[in-house]
């Protein structure tokens, strides 16, 4: 595992780095909410974020969006205490997700959080 950075940004902004095993269980959203643990909750309001990807090539990088923006409950918020994985998803106002295929990762998955606070258009 990385260890997840707390950047300074404007507006406020979080990047980490995680690397995971199997998308499909709850141990790979675990991984990702525990390395977040520490990482400064975004203000109130529209979120522009981007994942970025490294995965082996037996992983079907499609796979693993869904769970990984589930587990971004420290930074989003989430919907009720007491539902880890349904963060404040209807926050994010621009979503990038970008991958590259690295064939020394196997079936690991390596991410990288980008999360700032947006400003909508007027």
Same mark, same amino acid.
């Given at each position: 595992?990385?260890?997840?950075?707390?950047?300074?940004?404007?507006?406020?902004?979080?990047?980490?780095?995680?690397?995971?095993?199997?998308?499909?269980?709850?141990?790979?959203?675990?991984? +990702?909410?525990?390395?977040?643990? !520490? %990482?400064?909750?975004? *203000?109130?309001?529209?979120?522009?974020?981007? /994942?970025?990807?490294?995965?082996?090539?037996?992983?079907?990088?499609?796979?693993?969006?869904?769970?990984?923006?589930?587990?971004?409950?420290?930074?989003?918020?989430?919907?009720?205490?007491?539902?880890?994985?349904?963060?404040?998803?209807?926050? +994010?106002?621009?979503?990038?997700? !970008? %991958?590259?295929?690295? *064939?020394?990762?196997?079936?690991?998955?390596? /991410?990288?959080?980008?999360?700032?606070?947006?400003?909508?258009?007027?």
């Amino acid at each position: 595992m990385g260890d997840v950075r707390q950047a300074k940004g404007r507006g406020g902004s979080a990047e980490g780095t995680a690397a995971a095993g199997e998308s499909e269980s709850s141990a790979f959203k675990e991984q +990702i909410n525990d390395q977040l643990a !520490h %990482a400064i909750p975004l *203000p109130d309001g529209p979120v522009r974020l981007r /994942i970025s990807y490294r995965v082996g090539p037996r992983r079907s990088w499609p796979n693993v969006w869904k769970p990984t923006i589930d587990a971004l409950g420290h930074l989003l918020g989430r919907t009720s205490p007491d539902r880890p994985w349904h963060p404040h998803d209807g926050r +994010i106002t621009e979503l990038g997700l !970008h %991958a590259r295929t690295e *064939p020394e990762l196997g079936n690991d998955t390596a /991410i990288k959080i980008t999360a700032q606070s947006a400003t909508l258009p007027t």
